[in-house]
């Protein structure tokens, strides 16, 4: 039963998923690290990039491909516009304990937006075409061409990330103002705008990651709650507000399921998942590499 | 030398409910000063410096930089226009490096800020986070920090306080090459030894009113000041 | 003098006025009567369900309100929304009883739900009526109120295997949801199975439900030496799409063939093709009404009022909650009464053409027998899917 072939194998699946859950939690731990906002309407950008992408493909008759890009932007456009609209005003106005208030906003945002999506989409499922068609043999079984293709797509987009932030002036200002927002104050950043356009950022990784695994998976108006959970628990798995950990996380979580539900049980796959986040927490509170600041 | 001032406030009036914390506080820097702001525990020093950097907005009065009404501007604006503030406790990017710290303020560009960690003595730290350096070390990251928004005033809020001799000479001598280079300084100081030093005219508040201004000869004689003072272990 | 009769007049004036007004104000409204719908309307319940079950519902109460309601007085729905939850079910069936007085219950849908459900109408009595709940514990435990006009999972899982057998299969991988359903059919095949088909080798393969990635699992069937013959899902919407999908992304079908428990593409047939596709083809769907049977009288009024309001015909299952509704009013108006004690006894021995056949109920009382307020009056159809966008057109068992 457990031979090289077979590691290769689950790893292998392990790691695609690794991928998606990757952008989902960059994507939420980015919107935690620089305004300290818990970010419960996650799950429906990724939504949002779903049905933008299905749309698309349906109304403008194109290939694929090419509706990952509108996904992108309507995953930043709907981040921007809640962050200015609604999540601003809960810090810029001095109120006690504004993350309190900007995690429930959230959070009812995304009970809205799913009865509107349900709603204005109707609850069937639905798919795009795939984005490449085509397979990839290993071993046992086979994965699909876009899986390969999601799982390049997201590496690709997360050493970007990576470069963004480390090394551009605007990645330096975000890590500013996520680090010590008075002291980015003080050196001309503006912390509203980094605010908007990380949210709008998480936002669009998410949204990629949905439009992504459209053709893989299925469209419907809830399938956001799980990738929600996910990524939280990814993020406090890798400690709150470090990216760098979220990663890891994320692949710790795609293995830890392919494997347990392969050698334990596909119900203890989620079992599995929540153990080793309490473990983590137990013996690290802030997480793999988070910190006490 | 011109005749505007640099900085002026005029009348500047701040209150919390019924706290009266600052009341038409009249103040000007001039190009080229060092000018000193002490005043005994309570007297609103650190307010003054919160209104003019846009931390807090003044009940009523104007503050005016480079003949430019800043009273109403948000915080980030007025460090593009040219002011730049040290914090009492030091707000460093903890997990920046020293060098990452001072690019902040400088933008893209890597040699100015280099530049900045050279002149307050921090390029054998650059590469080190900030979270691992020294008190001392971090008070100098934050005057570097400063120099690198390329600003006309800078704003010190307690620069010497829990600084040994030996430190507090570095800072001072510092300071004069910060001036000498041609960014003026409006420092808010506890330590008198420090500031009598090296001040070209001092503003005395107490209680949130201007009670004395002048050069630190005049003030260390002034029967108001040592009043206010009393009470407190300084020497003059 | 005067006063007093001015005083006088204005009292028998008054009096009289009020009295005008009780004598000649129109009769109040007569009371509705209310029925209770215990649905999914929400993830991760089968919501795609519910809401065909709600406008069934829906299109009942207009159509019989139409013909002057029952007994004189309208009928009138209150809804609740189960997710895929026994508790918050059971708190809607708590509300419904004791403050709404319902008569009638139609649902909830998923056996895990309406199981419990069933259980509390012990202590909060309506008349309930389940037709796609395929527990086989519904009707085994003889609850009083409780009555089912639809399948169960040892009468499918009796069909399952005797097609099996006709078809001439030897090896099964059934893939089950780790519900009542998914593991009540298992169990249900295993003992038909010993029965009718001891040759039959079946292994199981248990999934969780409402995952949105099944490839773990599924890599289980590719595992198995020396290979199925056949898969058989015993899985439920909205996640058989993708287990569907992924078994073709894995290369395990088409090369294996695969059976569902139920025609899902006949739910929403463009969702269903669009969100599998391909992968749907050959497959082979099982349905308790075939194109070539014919619908009664009701079935074919019925079928009219469904087909003008959504534009496709009715799953049979659908069909089977318009026939729960009329039997519930049937009973209410010979009985000529809402007690849930009196409808229950004259329901069990009711008779009525049913959409799809007549409708008669079993009532064995030995007990643990499913035959206990149970109608056995359906069969079993197979159907394979020849391409893509089919539905129930090709029959293969019985051979038409």
């Given at each position: 039963?457990?031979?090289?072939?077979?590691?290769?194998?689950?790893?292998?699946?392990?790691?695609?998923?690794?991928?998606?859950?990757a952008l989902m939690a960059i994507g939420i731990t980015l919107i935690y690290g620089i305004m300290k906002v818990s970010n419960f309407a996650h799950g429906e950008y990724y939504?949002i990039g779903?049905?933008a992408?299905?749309?698309?493909?349906?109304?403008?008759?194109?290939?694929?491909?090419?509706?990952i890009p509108p996904a992108i932007a309507a995953g930043f456009a709907l981040g921007y516009i809640v962050e200015r609209l609604i999540i601003r005003d809960t810090y810029a106005k001095k109120i006690e304990r504004p993350g309190e208030y900007a995690m429930l906003a959230t959070l009812a945002l995304s009970?809205l937006l799913?009865?509107?999506?349900?709603?204005?989409?109707?609850?069937?499922?639905?798919?795009?075409?795939?984005?490449?068609?085509?397979?990839?043999?290993?071993?046992?079984?086979?994965?699909?061409?876009?899986?390969?293709?999601?799982?390049?797509?997201?590496?690709v987009t997360l050493v970007a990330l990576y470069y963004f932030i480390r090394r551009t002036k605007t990645g330096r200002a975000w890590r500013a103002v996520a680090q010590n927002k008075v002291g980015a104050l003080v050196t001309g950043i503006n912390p509203e705008k980094a605010c908007s356009l990380s949210y709008g950022i998480g936002g669009a990784l998410a949204a990629l990651a949905g439009g992504?695994?459209?053709?893989?998976?299925?469209?419907?108006?809830?399938?956001?709650?799980?990738?929600l959970?996910?990524s939280f628990?990814?993020m406090?798995?890798g400690g709150l507000g470090s990216i760098e950990g979220s990663l890891?996380?994320?692949?710790?979580?795609?293995?830890?399921?392919?494997?347990?539900?392969?050698?334990?049980?596909?119900?203890?796959?989620?079992?599995?998942?929540?153990?080793?986040?309490?473990?983590?927490?137990?013996?690290?509170?802030?997480?793999?590499?988070g910190r006490?600041d | 030398?011109?005749?505007?001032?640099?900085?002026?406030?005029?009348?500047?009036?701040?209150?919390?409910?019924?706290?009266?914390?600052?009341?038409?506080?009249?103040?000007?820097?001039?190009?080229?000063?060092?000018?000193?702001?002490?005043?005994?525990?309570?007297?609103?020093?650190?307010?003054?410096i919160n209104c003019i950097t846009g931390f807090y907005k003044p009940?009523?009065?104007?503050i005016i930089f480079l003949?430019k009404d800043i009273t109403r501007l948000k915080s980030y604006i007025i460090c593009k226009m040219g002011i730049a503030r040290t914090f009492?406790i030091p707000r460093p990017f903890l997990r920046l490096t020293a060098l990452e710290n001072a690019m902040v303020s400088a933008g893209d560009d890597k040699d100015f800020a280099?530049?900045c960690?050279?002149?307050?003595?921090?390029?054998?730290?650059?590469?080190?986070q900030a979270i691992?350096?020294?008190?001392?070390?971090?008070?100098?990251l934050e005057?570097a920090r400063a120099l690198a928004s390329r600003p006309k005033l800078i704003l010190?809020d307690?620069?010497?306080?829990?600084?040994?001799?030996?430190?507090?000479?570095?800072?001072?001598?510092?300071?004069?090459?910060?001036?000498?280079?041609?960014?003026?300084?409006?420092?808010?100081?506890?330590?008198?030894?420090?500031?009598?030093?090296?001040?070209?005219?001092?503003?005395?508040?107490?209680?949130?009113?201007?009670?004395?201004?002048?050069?630190?000869?005049?003030?260390?004689?002034?029967?108001?000041?040592?009043?206010?003072?009393?009470?407190?272990?300084?020497?003059? | 003098?005067?006063?007093?009769?001015?005083?006088?007049?204005?009292?028998?004036?008054?009096?009289?006025?009020?009295?005008?007004?009780?004598?000649?104000?129109?009769?109040?409204?007569?009371?509705?009567?209310?029925?209770?719908?215990?649905?999914?309307?929400?993830?991760?319940?089968?919501?795609?369900?519910?809401?065909?079950?709600?406008?069934?519902?829906?299109?009942?109460?207009?159509?019989?309100?139409?013909?002057?309601?029952?007994?004189?007085?309208?009928?009138?729905?209150?809804?609740?929304?189960?997710?895929?939850?026994?508790?918050?079910?059971?708190?809607?069936?708590?509300?419904?009883?004791?403050?709404?007085?319902?008569?009638?219950?139609?649902?909830?849908?998923?056996?895990?739900?309406?199981?419990?459900?069933?259980?509390?109408?012990?202590?909060?009595?309506?008349?309930?009526?389940?037709?796609?709940?395929?527990?086989?514990?519904?009707?085994?435990?003889?609850?009083?109120?409780?009555?089912?006009?639809?399948?169960?999972?040892?009468?499918?899982?009796?069909?399952?295997?005797?097609?099996?057998?006709?078809?001439?299969?030897?090896?099964?991988?059934?893939?089950?949801?780790?519900?009542?359903?998914?593991?009540?059919?298992?169990?249900?095949?295993?003992?038909?199975?010993?029965?009718?088909?001891?040759?039959?080798?079946?292994?199981?393969?248990?999934?969780?439900?409402?995952?949105?990635?099944?490839?773990?699992?599924?890599?289980?069937?590719?595992?198995?030496?020396?290979?199925?013959?056949?898969?058989?899902?015993?899985?439920?919407?909205?996640?058989?799409?993708?287990?569907?999908?992924?078994?073709?992304?894995?290369?395990?079908?088409?090369?294996?063939?695969?059976?569902?428990?139920?025609?899902?593409?006949?739910?929403?047939?463009?969702?269903?093709?669009?969100?599998?596709?391909?992968?749907?083809?050959?497959?082979?769907?099982?349905?308790?009404?075939?194109?070539?049977?014919?619908?009664?009288?009701?079935?074919?009024?019925?079928?009219?009022?469904?087909?003008?309001?959504?534009?496709?015909?009715?799953?049979?299952?659908?069909?089977?909650?318009?026939?729960?509704?009329?039997?519930?009013?049937?009973?209410?108006?010979?009985?000529?009464?809402?007690?849930?004690?009196?409808?229950?006894?004259?329901?069990?021995?009711?008779?009525?053409?049913?959409?799809?056949?007549?409708?008669?109920?079993?009532?064995?009382?030995?007990?643990?027998?499913?035959?206990?307020?149970?109608?056995?009056?359906?069969?079993?159809?197979?159907?394979?899917?020849?391409?893509?966008?089919?539905?129930?057109?090709?029959?293969?068992?019985?051979?038409?």
């Amino acid at each position: 039963m457990i031979s090289l072939p077979v590691i290769v194998e689950l790893v292998t699946m392990g790691l695609v998923l690794a991928a998606i859950y990757a952008l989902m939690a960059i994507g939420i731990t980015l919107i935690y690290g620089i305004m300290k906002v818990s970010n419960f309407a996650h799950g429906e950008y990724y939504m949002i990039g779903a049905y933008a992408a299905y749309y698309t493909v349906k109304f403008l008759n194109v290939p694929t491909a090419l509706s990952i890009p509108p996904a992108i932007a309507a995953g930043f456009a709907l981040g921007y516009i809640v962050e200015r609209l609604i999540i601003r005003d809960t810090y810029a106005k001095k109120i006690e304990r504004p993350g309190e208030y900007a995690m429930l906003a959230t959070l009812a945002l995304s009970i809205l937006l799913q009865n509107i999506a349900r709603e204005v989409f109707g609850p069937f499922m639905r798919s795009t075409p795939p984005l490449m068609p085509g397979r990839v043999m290993l071993y046992l079984i086979t994965l699909s061409l876009d899986r390969i293709i999601a799982l390049v797509i997201s590496i690709v987009t997360l050493v970007a990330l990576y470069y963004f932030i480390r090394r551009t002036k605007t990645g330096r200002a975000w890590r500013a103002v996520a680090q010590n927002k008075v002291g980015a104050l003080v050196t001309g950043i503006n912390p509203e705008k980094a605010c908007s356009l990380s949210y709008g950022i998480g936002g669009a990784l998410a949204a990629l990651a949905g439009g992504l695994l459209a053709p893989v998976y299925a469209i419907y108006p809830n399938m956001g709650f799980w990738p929600l959970i996910i990524s939280f628990v990814a993020m406090t798995l890798g400690g709150l507000g470090s990216i760098e950990g979220s990663l890891i996380a994320a692949v710790i979580i795609g293995l830890t399921h392919v494997f347990a539900a392969t050698f334990i049980g596909s119900s203890y796959a989620d079992v599995a998942m929540y153990v080793v986040l309490i473990i983590t927490v137990v013996i690290r509170p802030t997480g793999l590499l988070g910190r006490r600041d | 030398m011109p005749n505007t001032p640099l900085l002026e406030c005029r009348e500047v009036t701040k209150s919390f409910g019924k706290l009266m914390a600052l009341s038409d506080v009249d103040l000007t820097v001039n190009e080229g000063e060092i000018s000193g702001l002490i005043g005994p525990n309570g007297s609103g020093k650190t307010t003054l410096i919160n209104c003019i950097t846009g931390f807090y907005k003044p009940t009523s009065g104007k503050i005016i930089f480079l003949g430019k009404d800043i009273t109403r501007l948000k915080s980030y604006i007025i460090c593009k226009m040219g002011i730049a503030r040290t914090f009492q406790i030091p707000r460093p990017f903890l997990r920046l490096t020293a060098l990452e710290n001072a690019m902040v303020s400088a933008g893209d560009d890597k040699d100015f800020a280099l530049e900045c960690i050279e002149r307050v003595d921090l390029l054998d730290v650059k590469d080190t986070q900030a979270i691992n350096l020294t008190f001392h070390q971090i008070r100098m990251l934050e005057i570097a920090r400063a120099l690198a928004s390329r600003p006309k005033l800078i704003l010190i809020d307690e620069a010497m306080a829990g600084l040994n001799p030996v430190e507090m000479d570095k800072s001072i001598k510092l300071l004069r090459e910060i001036r000498e280079k041609g960014v003026t300084l409006l420092w808010v100081e506890h330590v008198m030894r420090a500031i009598m030093k090296a001040a070209d005219r001092m503003v005395v508040l107490q209680e949130g009113r201007k009670i004395a201004e002048g050069e630190p000869k005049q003030i260390a004689d002034d029967q108001k000041v040592i009043a206010a003072y009393l009470g407190e272990k300084y020497m003059l | 003098m005067q006063a007093i009769a001015i005083v006088v007049i204005i009292v028998v004036a008054v009096v009289a006025g009020v009295g005008i007004y009780y004598v000649t104000r129109p009769p109040p409204p007569a009371e509705p009567i209310k029925i209770g719908v215990i649905t999914p309307l929400s993830a991760p319940a089968d919501y795609i369900s519910g809401k065909l079950i709600l406008k069934t519902a829906e299109l009942f109460v207009e159509y019989q309100n139409a013909k002057g309601g029952v007994l004189g007085r309208p009928l009138e729905l209150v809804v609740g929304d189960q997710t895929l939850d026994a508790g918050t079910a059971i708190s809607h069936l708590a509300r419904m009883v004791t403050e709404e007085r319902i008569v009638g219950l139609i649902g909830p849908w998923e056996s895990m739900v309406a199981l419990p459900v069933a259980e509390a109408t012990t202590k909060y009595p309506v008349v309930m009526f389940v037709t796609f709940s395929w527990a086989d514990d519904i009707t085994a435990k003889h609850y009083k109120y409780v009555f089912r006009i639809g399948v169960a999972n040892l009468l499918v899982s009796r069909g399952t295997i005797e097609f099996l057998k006709w078809a001439g299969y030897k090896r099964g991988a059934a893939i089950c949801e780790e519900s009542p359903y998914g593991i009540g059919m298992w169990d249900g095949m295993v003992k038909w199975k010993d029965e009718l088909y001891p040759e039959l080798e079946l292994v199981q393969i248990l999934t969780p439900m409402g995952k949105t990635d099944y490839t773990a699992e599924l890599r289980k069937v590719a595992e198995m030496s020396p290979p199925p013959d056949i898969i058989i899902m015993n899985n439920n919407l909205p996640h058989v799409n993708i287990m569907l999908k992924q078994l073709h992304e894995m290369g395990i079908t088409p090369g294996i063939p695969m059976v569902t428990s139920y025609a899902f593409p006949l739910v929403d047939p463009k969702s269903f093709w669009e969100t599998v596709g391909e992968a749907g083809v050959g497959l082979i769907m099982q349905d308790f009404a075939s194109p070539f049977m014919k619908y009664t009288a009701a079935g074919e009024e019925f079928a009219n009022i469904w087909k003008k309001e959504v534009g496709e015909t009715p799953p049979v299952w659908i069909c089977w909650y318009w026939d729960t509704l009329r039997i519930l009013v049937k009973a209410i108006e010979d009985t000529k009464s809402t007690d849930i004690d009196v409808l229950s006894d004259y329901i069990e021995d009711i008779q009525l053409e049913g959409t799809t056949g007549f409708i008669k109920l079993e009532n064995d009382p030995t007990p643990g027998t499913i035959l206990w307020h149970q109608w056995i009056g359906f069969t079993l159809y197979f159907f394979k899917a020849e391409s893509v966008g089919a539905t129930t057109e090709t029959q293969i068992y019985p051979p038409p």
